[in-house]
């Protein structure tokens, strides 16, 4: 008899009520972001593989950045040796770095190009 008012107690209690409510979500925002952890890693790494086979082309600055750098294509084959890193414009792995990252098909005309005068 006891038990069961206690229980019937345990459910009007609203602040019981709320840090049960936001223990849920804390649950669930920290399962949201394992799961965009693992998609992140996934996209990054194919991202790499394409970078490494050459059907995709990454351009960047070379760290550290000084006045009138160029802004260069970045060979496949570093990309053995270098990862994308957060933030999400920055490239770097065994004392190589890049930063301004802009990754794209190979042979696509830039929409950043020069436009004509």
Sequence with gaps: MWAERDEVWDRQD???EMQEKVRAFNNRYEDAERVLDRFTDLVYGDLRQRLIRGELIARGFREPFSDGP???AIPGHE???IELVEPRDRAEGSGVAYIG???GKVGAKSIFGRRKQ
Aim: proline content about 17%; overall charge positive.
């Design 70 to 72: 160029p802004y260069r």
């Design 101 to 103: 990252l802009t990754i």
């Design 79 to 81: 990309w053995r040796i």
């Design 14 to 16: 609203p602040e019981k």
